[in-house]
């Protein structure tokens, strides 16, 4: 993937045209140099997983070495001390003397099922940071396919103004031609100019058009704006398998990433709401170190420290029951978006499937008008040439002709779309484009 971007990199720089699919927009988008929404979820997942980490280390052993080495002196009746010994005199104030202490100091946690939630509310959260980076990279591959129908809609858009352009031209050509035989008039040669100058104008619009939807399109991929692509990809029809209501609701809840990642939300306030409510319980924790102290290196002496603790929570002002009500509050506003994300899902695939079923019959019926326009275009020009007919009859049918071939267009561009939609719908917007 890496090396399909230098290549295309490399390409822009010098100028050069780049052939363009959707599968291959598809996966510039989703790569890790592509999309930027497609990187921001990357590195969330990298938090993600250092947050798991942290909450990992609370259950490790904690380790740690100091060295001391320090010369003072003290004020013992500062501290309390005052030494009365009869007929002799006690100072008060003692020093300069020198103390060091070379220590290891070590500290493990035995008992502590609050910590233990949270590690474990920590990995649901990395689980569910990776199905974010699946539903981002859907998501954008959703996007970039519409975009590139867009563009190639754009394509056919223009294709279909010079071609528009170029009838009108013929039938401007007719019209002279009729009129210097002496079987034609003025007002026809006008009516041809007036169609032609509206074609020319129609076909300015489309190539803007196209411009502005091949620099959304290299956006959305994530190149250079100055890139000059050429779409390998034109609309067309392409039957999609036949797939029931129940049929495409049942793949959606199994295989949307969105899904997937708010159930993981769910069962991460889940356990962080269980780990709140283990903090009531009593904590155990080891603790020991050693290290060798005196006065200097040559009369240390070694000594160590080894203990247990025991805490046990009692009363700290409400704070643990406002976050155990918190944590609850969370948990059950989760659930919440749970239930709404699979209602929305079942939407959402409705909606996709009435809507490709209606651009199909679309497609049908522009393909026959674009038939009949063009039948009905070829007549009235041979009956303008056998002098049965005027031009008005021609310029008609040339009209015609223009909106059948833009019903098509917008027939076949709604279908792709449709057909997008309905991927993005079922969880397999990357599947269907491959």
Do not use: C
Not at 40 to 65: C, F, H, I, N, V
Not at 398 to 418: C, F, I, K, M
Request: without cysteine; hydrophobic residues 40%.
């Amino acid at each position: 993937m890496r090396l399909v971007w230098l290549l295309l990199w490399t390409a822009s720089l010098v100028a050069a045209p780049v052939p363009l699919s959707l599968k291959r927009a598809v996966q510039l988008a989703v790569s890790p140099e592509g999309n930027t929404r497609v990187r921001l979820t990357e590195e969330a997942l990298k938090q993600a997983e250092s947050r798991s980490a942290q909450a990992r280390g609370a259950l490790l052993p904690d380790l740690s070495a100091g060295f001391t080495d320090q010369n003072l002196t003290r004020n013992l009746a500062a501290q309390g001390i005052q030494i009365t010994i009869p007929g002799a005199h006690f100072p008060s104030f003692v020093g300069p003397f020198t103390t060091m202490d070379a220590r290891v100091s070590a500290s493990q946690s035995v008992f502590d099922f609050s910590s233990i939630r949270r590690f474990q509310a920590s990995k649901v959260g990395v689980s569910a940071a990776k199905a974010d980076v699946n539903g981002s990279a859907e998501q954008v591959a959703a996007q970039v396919a519409r975009t590139y129908l867009a563009a190639v809609r754009a394509d056919a858009d223009v294709e279909a103004a010079k071609a528009n352009a170029t009838l009108s031209e013929a039938v401007l050509k007719q019209a002279e031609n009729q009129k210097a035989a002496g079987t034609g008039t003025g007002i026809e040669i006008t009516r041809a100019r007036v169609q032609l100058a509206n074609d020319r104008q129609r076909l300015l619009v489309a190539e803007n058009a196209r411009r502005a939807a091949g620099l959304q399109l290299l956006r959305a991929v994530g190149l250079r704006l100055d890139t000059e692509l050429v779409l390998t990809d034109k609309l067309q029809y392409i039957p999609v398998d036949a797939v029931t209501m129940e049929q495409a609701k049942a793949q959606a809840l199994n295989t949307r990433p969105d899904l997937e990642a708010q159930q993981q939300r769910e069962s991460t306030a889940r356990l962080s709401a269980s780990a709140t409510k283990l903090e009531r319980l009593p904590t155990v924790a080891a603790f020991g170190d050693y290290g060798s102290s005196g006065a200097g290196f040559d009369n240390s002496l070694p000594t160590r420290t080894i203990g247990i603790s025991v805490r046990v929570p009692l009363f700290d002002g409400g704070r643990r029951d406002a976050r155990r009500a918190e944590s609850a509050s969370q948990y059950r506003a989760e659930k919440v978006k749970t239930n709404d994300l699979k209602e929305q899902i079942e939407l959402d695939v409705r909606l996709a499937l009435d809507a490709l079923r209606s651009a199909e019959e679309q497609v049908k019926v522009s393909r026959e008008g674009l038939e009949l326009a063009e039948n009905e275009l070829a007549q009235a020009r041979r009956r303008n040439e056998a002098g049965v007919a005027i031009g008005v009859e021609v310029t008609d049918a040339q009209s015609r002709l223009e909106r059948a071939r833009d019903n098509q267009t917008t027939a076949l561009y709604n279908y792709n779309v449709g057909r997008i939609d309905l991927a993005q719908a079922m969880g397999a917007v990357r599947k269907s484009v491959e």
